[in-house]
């Protein structure tokens, strides 16, 4: 009875122990085939179920850690292709929002196109209009010879066609000037005024063609242009605030400073006269102590008197040094034809024509050759006068 049972005990156990075997083939078995089907989730299933089994068996192991591995490298590879994802989503966005920014930006373009467009549009109206009052003028002699609108005394082009904003030219007389065509009154914010009238109203200066000053007063239609009182609806004014009344001086006009009447012809310079009674335009002469003015009754002459003068002018910088045997008081310098007494002073950028001319302290007469001196803004000049023999005298450069 002993030895059956004995004998039933070791057949239970070799039974068991051929059932783990079986177990642990089969899980390897099926871990295996699930692997190679890439189905990892069922390898790494079996691969476990074997381990708990036969716990260090080293294949198992091993295909743990690779699986491990290629979940790790899915992950990493996941990350960045979301990445990616993301950067390429970014991207689109950015040229979505680049298109758009584009499209605004050829929209306003073509906004402001059609609204030059349509700006120049009026202006031509409002000049074909204008052309038809523009003849309104009391002028005796105010023909119109080539039938443009324009006056024959204010046309600058008279045996031409052309536009009432060019006074009778096809272009711009002068490009970039400062003066500005207006009519019927209008006055800018930055019109150069020639002062107060009498009555307390402001009067600026006026210009019809490029020759002809004159003013126009506030709340008033129309310039008065020349000595003949011609009124006038259509009219240039000067504005800028770098421009300036000043006392006459040589200095102003040798500095290129003082405004002339017309941009053609640079001999004559703006001038007003100003007092209680009267506000009048005219012209300076630098040769002239007297300048020439008109008024609604007369045509006058005064020494009292201020020019207009442009600060934004450029300009060099010229210096004179004289030597001990001369009294610098008894030296006078003549640029372009203007004497100053002054030895340091601003001077007109281009070529000018410069010499000296006094008395040094012996009583002898001094006089130099004409020198052309290439003015460049804002460079300095320095010249010293000296002598080079009893005779002879030079303005000679220095270098510094």
Not at 54 to 63: A, M, T
Not at 218 to 234: D, T
Not at 310 to 332: C, H, M, Q, R, W
């Amino acid at each position: 009875m002993k030895v059956f049972h004995i004998i039933c005990v070791w057949l239970g156990i070799s039974a068991s122990l051929w059932a783990q075997t079986v177990s642990f083939a089969d899980y390897k078995e099926r871990a295996d085939n699930c692997f190679a089907k890439a189905d990892y989730d069922c390898a790494r299933s079996n691969y476990e179920r074997a381990l708990r089994i036969r716990g260090n068996d080293k294949h198992c192991l091993s295909q743990l850690r690779k699986i491990e591995d290629i979940e790790d490298r899915k992950k990493k590879e996941k990350s960045r292709t979301k990445q990616q994802q993301a950067e390429q989503e970014q991207l689109l966005k950015e040229k979505e929002v680049e298109k758009k920014r584009i499209a605004e930006q050829n929209r306003l373009e073509q906004e402001k196109i059609n609204k030059e467009k349509a700006l120049k549009e009026q202006q031509a109206q409002a000049l074909e209009a204008l052309k038809l009052s523009f003849l309104k003028t009391n002028y005796p002699q105010s023909t119109d010879d080539d039938k443009d609108g324009v006056p024959s005394f204010c046309d600058f082009c008279p045996a031409q066609k052309g536009e009432v904003q060019y006074w009778g030219c096809l272009t711009p007389i002068i490009p970039n000037s400062p003066w500005h065509q207006y009519a019927n009154g209008k006055i800018p914010p930055e019109a150069v005024e020639l002062g107060k009238t009498p009555e307390g109203k402001k009067r600026y200066l006026a210009r019809a063609g490029i020759t002809h000053l004159g003013y126009i007063d506030e709340e008033q239609k129309q310039a008065i242009i020349g000595p003949n009182n011609v009124f006038i609806n259509v009219y240039d004014v000067l504005e800028g605030k770098h421009f300036k009344w000043v006392q006459p001086s040589a200095d102003w006009y040798i500095s290129g400073k003082a405004v002339p009447r017309s941009e053609i012809s640079t001999q004559n310079f703006i001038a007003r006269f100003l007092s209680k009674n009267k506000v009048a335009v005219g012209v300076a002469n630098p040769s002239n102590t007297a300048a020439l003015f008109f008024d609604d009754t007369q045509n006058f002459q005064d020494t009292k008197y201020e020019i207009l003068i442009d600060e934004a002018v450029p300009v060099g910088f010229f210096y004179l040094k004289t030597d001990k045997s001369v009294n610098p008081s008894a030296i006078t310098l003549s640029v372009n034809a203007i004497t100053t007494s002054t030895k340091a002073f601003e001077i007109k950028t281009g070529t000018v024509e410069i010499f000296a001319e006094g008395i040094d302290k012996k009583k002898k007469r001094i006089s130099t050759p004409k020198i052309n001196l290439k003015v460049e803004t804002l460079h300095r000049y320095y010249y010293v006068l000296e002598k080079r023999s009893d005779e002879e005298w030079v303005l000679k450069e220095e270098t510094r």
